[in-house]
Structure formats: C-alpha cells, structure tokens
C-alpha cells in the first residue's frame, strides 16, 4: 500500500470512529437520554461533527487523495475507496462554511418553528423560517453544483444518493404518476373490507414475537437491539445495530411491519462489507439503495401470501385466536388501500403519489420557481390532482414531514426510487432463488437474504448506483416490476 | 476577556465535550451495549481519547495558557481555570507518546490477563503481564514526577487528586493503622448479632424505592437516570447523570446503601459551578474529594440511627414486615463489623486497613521496592498483622481488585482520605445547621445538601484541596472526626 493511500485509510477510519459515536449518541438522544440533557447533547453533537468536518476538509485529506489516486497496486475496492474519499472530499470543501453554520442554526431554529406550526396547524408560524431555509439550501446546491458541475436540484439530490439525477426521476416518476391513478380505481373498485383486529395486544407480547420475527429474518442481537421511541428507526453502526419501534396496545398489524421494515435497513448495514466497513466505499450506497432494502424486506417478502401464512398463526399464539387474525383476514388487511392526507400511513400504491407531489413542489422552491407563501395553496391542489382529496388543515397537508423544516431537500424522491428498486431486486430475486415464495411460507430468509448481501449489501460502496442496479437485476431501474408487482399483489 | 483567555476556553470546551461523549458510550458499553459491539467500541473510545490528547497536548494550548497568564483583569474563577489547565497540559505534555500507547495496549491485554487469573486463583498467569504494567506506570511516575518536580509515587498520586502528596497520607494511615485494630477488638467484643432480612425482595419494588429515596436526596431524574450493571457505578455528565446498581432478590440492605453511596457522587457532579461547567477550574476536585461525597452520604448520614428510622418503614411499606427491617436491627446490620477478606465488603472500620495495605504495597512496587513476584506473599503477610486473618486463596487476595492491572496505581488512598473527609466535612455540617439528624430522621437532606453545595460542589476546583478543606471545615484534614464518629457511632 503507497504511502498517500494509507494517509487516506487513517484519516477516514477517524472520521467513520468519530459517525459511529455521533451514531450512539443519536440514538441514546431519541431512546435513553433524560430531556434535562438536550442542550449538551446539541454541544457534544455539534462536537463531534466539528471534529470530523475539520479531517474532512483539511487540505491533508486532499493531498493524500490526490496522491493515493497515482499510486500503482491498488484494487477495485481501493480505487473505489479513492473515488467516495474524493466524492466526500469535494462536497464537504465546496461548502463556505459560514453557510454550514447558518444551516446548522437555521436548522434547529426551523424544526422547533415546524413543530409549533404542525401542532397549531400554522403555515404562517413557519412561513420566514422555511423561506430562510430554501435560500440556505439553494445556496448550499449552487456552491456544491459549482463545484462538481451539476444543477442545484442535483447538487442536493446527490447529497443523499450519490450519482442520481433529476433527469433519471423525472421519466420514472412520469410513469407513476400516469398508471397510479388507474391501478388505485380498479383496486378500490374490487377489494373487500378487513376486519379490524381487537386489542389490547401487550407491549411485553409485541416486543417478544418483534424480537421473534426479527431473529427469523437473520437479525443478530449479539450485534444490535431492539428498543422504543417516538419515532421507529434503524441507527447505531454494523456491529452494534440499534433498531427502534413504538408500541400501542390498540394497534398490533402495522407495528409488526414496522419492525420488518427497520430490520431491512438492518440486514444491510451488518452486511456490508467487514473488511471496509471504516472505509467511505464500505458504507451504504445511498438512501434510494437504504430503502429498498427495508422495502423489499416489508413490502415484497413480508406482505406476500406466503408470508402472512407463516404470521398468521404466531400473531394468534401470541394474542389468542380471532377472525381478524386469519391469513386471509391478514391479507385483506395488509393490501387495503385508501388514498389519505399522511404519507407515512399511506399504502404501497398511493405512496408513490405522495412522493411525486413533494418532488415537483421541493425542486420548484429550490429553483425559485415556487415562493415559500404559495406552498399551502400549491399543495392543496397536487393533493387534489394526483390524490382526488384536500387535506383539511396544513397539519395534515404541508405541515406533516420534518423533511423540509430540517432542511432534506432532495430526499424524498429516495422513498419511492427505493420502492421501485426492492420490486426489481425481489422480481430477479424470485428468478435466482428456485420456490423463494414456500421458503418465506416456511419462515426460511436465509436464501433471500444471502443473495441480497451478495448482491447489494456485501458491494458497499463499490459500484455507482447505476452499476449496482444493472449487476444486481440485469437492467436499469425502471418502475416496470414495481407496476408488475402492483397488478400482481392486488389485481391477480 | 483576553484573546488568549478566549482561545483558552475554546480549547478545553472541546476537550470537555469529547469527555462528556466518552462518558456516555462508557456508560452504554456497561449498560446498553450489545456483547458483538466491543472491539468496535474500542476503537471508538481510542479515537476519542486521541482526539482529546491531541487538543490538549498541542502547542497553542501551552501558548493559549502561557498567554492568558500574562492577561488581565481575571477574576479568581478564570485565574484558577489556567491554573487547572496548566496542570492538565503539563502532565499531559510530560508523558512519551509511545509510553502512553505502550500503556494503552498493557493495561488491555493485563485486565484480560487478570479476570482469568482472579477465576483461577492463579497468581502466575497475571505475574509478568502486571510486571510490565509496573514497569510502565513507574516509568510515566518518572516522566511526569520530572515535568512537575516530584517523586514517581506522588506523580501518580497527584492525576487522581491533585496536589495529594505521599507524606500527608503518611502520618494520616499511620495514626489509622495504630487506632482502628483496639477499637475494632472492642466493637467486636460488644456487638449483637442482626436478624438477616429474608427474601425474596422483587427487583421492580426494589427499582422503585431506589427512585424514591434518590428524590428525597434531591436526584433530578429530568438529568439523570438509575439502571443497571454488572459493577455499580456513577457515570455521565453534570447534565445528565447516570447511576447503576446491581439487583439481587436475596438481598437488600447493601443494595439500598449501594444506591444511596452513587447518588453521593451525582449530588456532588450535578452540582458542580454551571457556568464553569465546560472548564478545568469546572470539574470535581479530585478522587477523595468525590470519595467523600458518596461515603458522607452513605456512612454519615444514610447510616446514621436518624435515617434508619426513616428508612425502615419505606423497607416495611416495600417488602412487607418482618423482624429484621425493624430499626433497631437495621442498625445492629449497618454496624455489624468484622474483618475479612475482601474490600469491597468491608466494614466501616475494617476498610481503612485493606486500604492501609494496599498503599503500602503499591508504592513499594512502583518505587522498586517490591517485586511483582513477592506480591502474593507481602499481601498475606499484611493481612495477617492487619487485619489477623491470611486469604485461602489468591483470588481473595492479591487478585480481587482491578486497579493494579489497569495501571491505576495511586488510586487507594484516596478512598479512605474520602472516609476521613467525609467524617470532617459532616462533624462540621453538624455543627453548621441546627438539628441535622432530627432533619434526616425526617428524609428533609435539602439542608445538608445545600451545605455540601456550597462548601463543596459549587467550589468546582477553584481551590487546591488544601484551602477547599480548610475553608469548609475551618481546619486541615485530620483522622480525628472519623476516629470520633467510629467511637460515637460503634462505642456509645
């Protein structure tokens, strides 16, 4: 190994040290932490990314990417690692940083404005915090833009899934947007009504058969945990993985999903590749790549029939037998679909409506083609477009997600890209695995989850997202199998 | 303020932010973290260490030092604060890089060694790893003894409480060592023999009363928290406090007083000077000095015949009646005494004298005058003219503590120089606020709490621990109110 490519090892292995504490601390902040301790939290988190930020952008880091990029003898992996040093490198470098730290102040500033606004129902208690955001965020695309040639929408796109651009989403979403509509009137026009299961489903009981599911799907808790919060999420690193859920006693069949989806995004951190894992090419692949893993494991293999056969009977060991628990009650369940004002409660085929309306209003704002003041208006109408329904109030229509106030411009096209992703990784799953459907019937992931860490979770960082996809499925991203899968799951 | 003052206290609010987050993922290993997690952790808590050291042993934090020395207009608060950093950047700076790594990786791999030694009661298997450990910590005694002019023992003595020197200690131990053996003889002559409460004592009730006498001490649960661990402890920062506990259902009288003892040392960080929170001159002011804290809280007032009164009713109202939580056996339980083997089950008056031993043998070590190889004999040669009594096995001798492996050498002392504190700081509290044990008798600690916040904890390290006695006791530290406060409590 040269001399500028161990320089570049050392001094990433310090920055992933130092993200892999900011990562504890996160999830203590959101899980253990008592509220007395929030403003040193916010120092100690400022801290730690003040700390990493300075390796980052220290000219060293530079030198020695620049230099490892000459050295002879280095592998794939290595000139990949070269590549994503360089990607971090030259993003976090473009940035002045009296805009970092405007951002950062803004940042808190606004979510404490969203959460006033959203709880009073108020777009005008977060309209100049919002307005200040989007000059922030649009000024961060541009300088970053600048520096590695892009538009803004793409500047910031990129932040959150390397390599996607704009152009890629718009013919996907185009397509979604027109068969949408259509699939949603024909299933609404034919589904049955379930039944509603009848609590209380004990907390002690869920955590048991959580833990349960979890350990049948490959989850290892000698290398992570299963906790409570107020919002569900996967964090902590790939040896100490700390998935969280909150527990109603009313509500017992979205919450076990819950579970499954986190415990996707689960498998994939413990499967990257070990020998990298301190390495920018050994991280995750993005946030489109992220959630088609906890979509695939949720939404293609956990609510297929053969699964809920599987779920059925230890949801009834674990809560006592009623019609509501049935397979067949389960599936009716589990494919009901509605269009409604939440996105996070919404079904896997108005989701992607959700998506698109937030994609077309966000890079608007950003490209000064939409002014803050016109976002409640603007809103409304997409709802009413693409959804048929008008949110009653801006709590359940433009003042729902923490996305925007928090400054994740770019983000949500991820949720759906990611939908897509998991229908054609699950569809090129089903080919390569012979009778995948009887082994999930059977409880038995090894298979599935063997081939996607082969596929995807094992590959890191290596390939762009383009490579990935095409050396995972054969093809490019398309909607086609996530349309299939529609029709298939809820039309056949 | 100067610029140099300034740059000063940029310097250490870093370095006091990467302790803090040590702090917390030092608790979540202990508490929290899953078994698969502990190499990475290591890694974790290196890289922060590092980071720390780096800030610290920097150059311009010696200019920033140097510098605001010569700046005026400092008030006592920030002439004290350089005076704390300076005795920081110097030990720091004093020490090789190598020696301190060497010693990194030694203390390691000798706990490892040890905990399989203490198994096996095999004193060989840790001989020569703990060799090295001595060699070690004589040789950064040197290193550091020559920086700030002192010799290797008290080196070491000053990084766990600073400004501690061997020759106070001397004539302290010596007096303890003649004293404790005829009053022990004479307690033991005298005592009654206590019921032992019988079990089961459930661990859910036993959580709660924790809780509720922790709030009648003043524990601010909205900065702090009460769980669990495999060795008790007191962790986190003056924000958000972490205490640990281990429960057993068979046993309950030393689990009460265990929890009790840590919320000593949280009143005593909790109450730390908040505006210097961030600073040197902020933190506590040394090992004895926080020793105190705990033992007043525990042996002076918990264990005073006013708060047993207090308490055994709650014991009753948790664990139902029985004759062995009545208050007069409570005291006959509290006051029991009789030597054994070992240290952390000693008694009050029989603890001084493992303590005696020890400092006895780890100076002789690190001054040469030892050898490791001896240690197992010089060890059941002390216990014998001690204590009277010679372990059956090394297990509960030589290798029942882990201060020596890890390279804390020095440590000892300071937990009877607590005990000794303890005993003057509460003769004193005594004296200062009118009927202190009718107030205790009646759970009312705001009184006393209050007198330790002032004369103790608010104090922070303003004071070298000299003036901080003299000032709050009006004398320098003596054996004479805790030889007292033996005789009045065991002898009247």
Redesign the interface.
């Known amino acids: 190994m040269g001399k500028h490519y161990a320089a570049l090892e050392t001094r990433f292995k ?1 920055i992933h ?2 993200e ?2 900011a990562a ?2 996160s999830w ?1 902040a959101q899980v ?6 929030v ?3 916010g ?2 988190m ?3 990314s003040g ?1 990493a930020h300075e390796i980052l952008v220290d000219t060293a880091t530079g030198e020695a990417i620049e230099g490892a990029a000459g050295e002879g003898d280095l592998d794939d992996w290595a000139r990949a690692n070269i590549r994503e040093a360089k990607r971090r490198y030259e993003r976090a470098r473009a940035l002045d940083p009296k805009l970092v730290e405007a951002m950062t102040r803004a940042e808190t500033i606004t979510e404490m404005a969203w959460r006033e606004a959203r709880a009073k129902s108020d777009f005008e208690l977060l309209r100049p915090k919002l307005e200040e955001i989007v000059k922030l965020t649009a000024e961060s695309g541009r300088q970053i833009g600048q520096a590695l040639d892009l538009p803004v929408y793409d500047a910031l796109l990129d932040g959150f899934q390397p390599d996607l651009r704009d152009a890629a989403i718009e013919p996907l979403f185009t397509q979604l947007r027109a068969a949408l509509p259509d699939i949603l009137g024909e299933v609404r026009g034919r589904q049955g009504r379930p039944l509603t299961p009848v609590g209380p489903f004990p907390t002690t009981a869920q955590k048991a058969l959580g833990r349960q599911l979890m350990e049948t799907l490959g989850f ?6 299963l906790d409570e919060s107020q919002h569900p999420f996967c964090g902590g ?1 790939p ?2 993985i700390r998935i969280t859920t909150r527990y109603r006693e009313d509500e017992l069949v979205s919450a076990v999903m819950g579970i499954l989806h986190e415990t996707g995004h689960a498998l994939y951190e413990r499967n990257l590749p070990a020998a990298y894992r301190a390495q920018p090419v050994g991280s995750a692949r993005g946030m489109a790549v992220h959630e088609s893993q906890s979509l695939l494991i949720e939404m293609q293999a956990c609510k297929s029939p053969g699964f809920i056969a599987y779920l059925a009977p230890r949801l009834e060991a674990a809560f006592g037998q009623q019609p509501a628990l049935t397979p067949e009650n389960l599936r009716l369940i589990y494919r009901y679909v509605e269009p409604g004002y939440i996105r996070v409660d919404a079904d896997e085929i108005t989701y992607p409506l959700h998506i698109v309306l937030r994609h077309r209003l966000e890079r608007a704002m950003v490209n000064g083609d939409l002014r803050v003041a016109d976002l409640p208006g603007a809103w409304n109408e997409g709802m009413k477009e693409l959804l048929g329904i008008v949110p009653p109030d801006h709590a359940r229509g433009c003042l729902q997600d923490i996305h925007w106030p928090s400054g994740a411009f770019g983000y949500f096209p991820c949720y759906t890209l990611g939908a897509l992703l998991a229908a054609q990784l699950f569809t090129t799953a089903q080919a390569a695995i012979p009778s995948l459907d009887d082994k999930l019937s059977a409880g038995e992931f090894g298979p599935l989850v063997g081939w996607l860490r082969e596929k995807v979770h094992s590959q890191g960082s290596r390939l762009p997202i383009g490579c990935l996809v095409e050396q995972a499925t054969g093809a490019p991203l398309t909607a086609d199998a996530f349309l299939s899968h529609l029709r298939g799951r809820y039309l056949n």
Chains 1, 2 share one sequence.
């Open positions: 310090r040290d130092i892999g504490v504890i601390l203590d253990i932490m008592p509220s007395g301790a403003d040193e939290r120092e100690q400022a801290a730690l700390l290892d808790f000698s290398h992570g945990r690193t040896d100490d």
